[in-house]
C-alpha cells in the first residue's frame, strides 16, 4: 500500500490564518511570520491545519519510505509555540544557550513566548538547522 501524507502542504491565506489564532499568540504569529520569511527568503505555505511551513524538504530513508514535509517552521499554539527545524537540535547547544527560557523535543523547540527571547538567536537557529537539513535531504523554496 503507497503512503500518503497526513500533513500535506496548501497556499497560506495570511488574515484567515491569524483569524484562527488564539488571540494572545497573534502578535507573536506576526513576529515569526516575519522573521521566518525574512531568514529563508520564502512565502509561507501552509502545513496541515495550523503549521506554518517554509520551504520543503524531500527525503527517502534506507527502508524505501519517504515524502516531503516543511524545511522550517512554526505553530503558534495556544500552551506554547513550536518550532520545527528538523533534523533537531542535537548539536545547537551553543545557539540553544543564548536563546533564553526554551524546551526542545526530537524536531520541535518549544517556547511559552517570544518575549525575553534572544531574536537574534533565533534567527541563526533556523539558519543553522535549514544548511544542516540541506546536507541531509534536497530542500526547496517551494
Known amino acids: 500500500m503507497a503512503h500518503v501524507a497526513k500533513t500535506t502542504s496548501a497556499p497560506l491565506d495570511v488574515a484567515i ?20 520569511r525574512r531568514v529563508t527568503g520564502w512565502e509561507a505555505r501552509l502545513w496541515g491545519p495550523s503549521i ?10 534506507d527502508s524505501g519510505h519517504g515524502g516531503e514535509a516543511a524545511a522550517t517552521g512554526f505553530s503558534p499554539r495556544k500552551a ?21 527560557p526554551h524546551r526542545v523535543g526530537k524536531a520541535c523547540l518549544y517556547l511559552k513566548r517570544l518575549a525575553g527571547l534572544d531574536l537574534a538567536a533565533l534567527e541563526e537557529l533556523v539558519r543553522v538547522g535549514l544548511a544542516d537539513l540541506a546536507a541531509r535531504w534536497p530542500v526547496h523554496p517551494v
Open 17 to 36: 490564518w491569524l483569524a484562527g489564532v488564539d488571540p494572545a499568540r497573534q502578535a507573536e504569529a506576526e513576529a515569526l511570520l516575519a522573521l521566518f
Open 52 to 61: 506554518v511551513g517554509f520551504g520543503r524538504y524531500v527525503y527517502r530513508y
Open 80 to 100: 506554547e509555540i513550536v518550532l520545527y527545524i528538523p533534523p533537531g537540535y542535537r548539536d545547537y547547544g551553543a545557539i540553544l544557550s543564548r536563546l533564553g
